[in-house]
């Protein structure tokens, strides 16, 4: 499913036109991915938490010119769904 997708699904089903309810989408992402730039996680109840995630400083190989390089610890943003979602999906979702 892309965005036009979801943009699609909530029209119809809101009766609202796509272009307000892309602005929508878009503003919520924004405000999700500003709030993870500065720094602040964002829960949503039933749905999942958006977090930062830090990576711990590392050893890595460039295989290429057979170097060995040190990878710096960084922060990564991802995403932990809630219990309630996964077992949805869990119940819901044919195992293929």
């Known amino acids: 499913m892309t965005k036009a997708d979801i ?12 272009g307000d309810v892309q602005a929508t989408v878009e503003s919520f992402m924004e ?3 500003s709030s993870l730039e ?7 109840r039933g749905f999942g938490s ?3 995630k830090t990576r711990a400083e ?3 190989r460039n295989i290429s010119k057979n170097t060995t390089i040190k990878i710096p ?4 943003p991802a995403f932990k769904p ?8 869990k ?5 293929k």
């Not at 943009?7 to 796509?18: F, P, Q, Y």
């Open 7 to 18: 943009v699609t699904r909530i029209s119809e089903k809101l009766g609202m036109e796509k």
């Open 73 to 76: 610890a960084h922060n990564i």
């Open 82 to 89: 809630a219990k309630v979602f996964v077992e949805g999906v």
């Open 91 to 95: 119940s819901n979702v044919q195992v």
């Open 31 to 33: 405000e999700v991915k």
């Open 38 to 44: 500065n720094g602040d996680n964002v829960y949503l």
């Open 50 to 52: 958006f977090i930062i």
């Open 58 to 60: 590392k050893t890595g």
